[in-house]
Structure formats: structure tokens, C-alpha cells
């Protein structure tokens, strides 16, 4: 896996709707959308991302996450596709198509209300890696990657020990705690996805089937519940994506926590009338 430095400016765009997507980001552990990768053409799925910024104080990292497809629900790890496209570009003094990547974000701190992972921090831990280009798609030295996991993991108030890539199939972490603004625990993509192949998008309650209702729109949409509550199972829990995930609607997920400790399925399949 490949490690890329991406970059904000934000005297040429303004990112206008940064609050929600943090807001996104705390309610479900990611936000998917695209950003420039200037001209490499090279990155592929999985590939790690951090995006920098420039052109205004504070300077430095604000943002982490992978190269994905422009589909979720064909998100594979061993996947060696190239994900980059072109569309058209946001800086208003060129009129060419930009070439962008698709992105899995699992941090980002609104440089306007928190601190960031500043220049100075940067230079003084990783003086030989260059963090100010032009423009955004160079390549992190693997051993630099590696150093800036830590740093960011720390930054961004996860486990200090863990080092946050992602596991292989047979170990897959939950639970690590991750300050953006407000304390949240990280929900991991890969056991979501094991559980969703495993037992399909029928909520486990009551059946209910999205796509069936509402069509192309609710496609593969459906809600994880954790049968071990996620404020419970502590740091570095080992999770098991068959027997700790289930799939269920929202409703259903939201009677599940009615009560604390939640409701089980099947307490809750006999309240259904």
C-alpha cells in the first residue's frame, strides 16, 4: 500500500460544507467523495492518503484516508485497480479536467476550530520528506508512512500502540478511540463489509429490504449492529465481523437501543406485532 500527500488550498477552494462532513465522519466512522491528486495517475484502490494544507496558517495535515472505487459496495482491499478519474477542475484560472481520486476519509479536524498536525511538527519529526508542493499526489516514503501513522493516530487521539492500516482478514480492530471533536469509537469498514457478504441487506429483525421499497436508491443500504455494544468492548477488541455484526434497518436499529444494554434480535423480534 502506497502512501500520497494530497493538498488543500484554501485561498483557491473554499471548502464550504467542512462541518458536515466531520459531522458525517463522527456518525459513521467515514465520508466518501472525491479530491484532486494532481497528476498522478498511479494510485490504486486501498492506497493511503493524507491531505495537507497550504496557501494559509495553520499549515499542515488535516485529513486521512484510502483510495476507494467510486462505489462502496465494491470496496476490496486486494484490489490492485487504478481509481483515478477526471472531472472538472475547481480552481477557477483553468479550464482543463483535473484528474481526482476517490476517497475514503476516516479523519478530518476543521482547521478553523481545532488544531492540526502542523508544518513545524512535520518538518521536525520527517526533515528529509518535502510537504509543500504545488500540487497534490506525491509520494510519502514508506518509512516516513509508517512514523506518520503514529504521529496522526496520536494526534487524532487513537491508540498510541496501533498503527492505523488496515489489518489483514483474519484480525480486524474496533473500538479504537479517535478524537475529531468530539470523542467517537472508530467503526471498522472491513468487518461491515464481511458482515454485509456474509448475511445480505434483510434486516435481521424484520425483514425490511430497502432496494425492494425503494428501488436503484436504496441499493445495498442497511445498518450494522454491534451484538456487543461498541462503548463497551475497550481498545484493540478483536472483532469477529460473522458473530459480533448483524444487519438491520434503522428502525429496528434504533429500538435495539432503547434500552441500555440494547435490546437482543430475538427480544426484539418478539416485541414486533
Given at each position: ?72 459496495s465494491s470496496l476490496n482491499f486486494d484490489n490492485t485497480s487504478n481509481v483515478v ?189
Amino acid at each position: 500500500m502506497a502512501t500520497y500527500l494530497l493538498v488543500w488550498n484554501p485561498n483557491v477552494y473554499y471548502w464550504e460544507n467542512i462541518d458536515s462532513i466531520i459531522s458525517n465522519i463522527q456518525q459513521n466512522g467515514y465520508s466518501q467523495f472525491g479530491w484532486r491528486c494532481g497528476r498522478r495517475k498511479s494510485i490504486i484502490n486501498g492506497d493511503r492518503l493524507f491531505l495537507v494544507r497550504l496557501g494559509q496558517e495553520p499549515k499542515g495535515i488535516v485529513a486521512s484516508g484510502n483510495a476507494i472505487p467510486s462505489s462502496l459496495s465494491s470496496l476490496n482491499f486486494d484490489n490492485t485497480s487504478n481509481v483515478v478519474y477526471q472531472d472538472d477542475n475547481w480552481d477557477p484560472n483553468n479550464s482543463n479536467e483535473a484528474n481526482y481520486v476517490n476517497i475514503l476519509w476516516d479523519s478530518l479536524i476543521n482547521p478553523e476550530l481545532n488544531e492540526i498536525l502542523t508544518l513545524s511538527i512535520l518538518n521536525e519529526n520527517f526533515p528529509n520528506q518535502f510537504w509543500t508542493p504545488q500540487g497534490g499526489g506525491i509520494v510519502i516514503s514508506e518509512d516516513v508512512a509508517i512514523e506518520l501513522e503514529i504521529i496522526w493516530n496520536d494526534f487524532v487521539g487513537k491508540n498510541k500502540s496501533t498503527i492505523y492500516v488496515y489489518p489483514d482478514e483474519s484480525i480486524l480492530y474496533e473500538g479504537q478511540l479517535k478524537k475529531i471533536i468530539v470523542n467517537k469509537y472508530e467503526r471498522n469498514i472491513i468487518s461491515r463489509k464481511i458482515c454485509i457478504e456474509q448475511y445480505g441487506f434483510n434486516c435481521t429483525v424484520c425483514g425490511f429490504n430497502f432496494e425492494d421499497t425503494f428501488g436503484e436508491i436504496g441499493k445495498e443500504f442497511i445498518h450494522v449492529h454491534h451484538l456487543v455494544s461498541i462503548s463497551d468492548i475497550g481498545e484493540n477488541y478483536i472483532i469477529d465481523p460473522i458473530n459480533d455484526l448483524i444487519p438491520v434497518c434503522p428502525n429496528c436499529h434504533s429500538m435495539l437501543h432503547k434500552r441500555n444494554p440494547p435490546f437482543s434480535i430475538n427480544e426484539l423480534k418478539s416485541m414486533i406485532k
